[in-house]
């Protein structure tokens, strides 16, 4: 149970960056990368990156922000 759970929080992340991509065109990506592992991970660093970003681009923070505060191993039990 624990590889799935290991896996999944990386995939969500980088699925939700290529989603992420086409919405912020002119930032860097190595910012949003840290910006989506950062809110994923309720860690609350930032490279002031979060006030830049649209509209979409924070709804695509708030979901990171929700999926890492639920956690993976939540998700794992939903998917399983």
Same mark, same amino acid.
């Given at each position: ?7 999944? &929080? ?11 991509? /086409? =919405? $912020?065109?002119?930032? /860097? %990506?190595?910012?949003? @990368? %840290? ?5 994923? &991970? ?15 681009? $924070?709804?695509?923070?708030?979901? %990171?922000?929700?999926?890492?505060? =639920?956690?993976?191993? @939540? ?6």
């Amino acid at each position: 149970m624990s590889v799935p759970v290991a896996v999944l &929080g990386p995939v969500v992340v980088v699925m939700g960056l290529f989603l992420w991509l /086409p =919405t $912020q065109p002119g930032l /860097p %990506f190595v910012n949003r @990368t %840290f910006e989506a592992f950062s809110a994923f &991970g309720m860690v609350g660093l930032s490279m002031n990156t979060t006030p830049r970003l649209n509209e979409a681009g $924070q709804l695509i923070v708030i979901v %990171f922000m929700y999926l890492g505060r =639920t956690g993976p191993l @939540t998700f794992a039990i939903v998917i399983g």
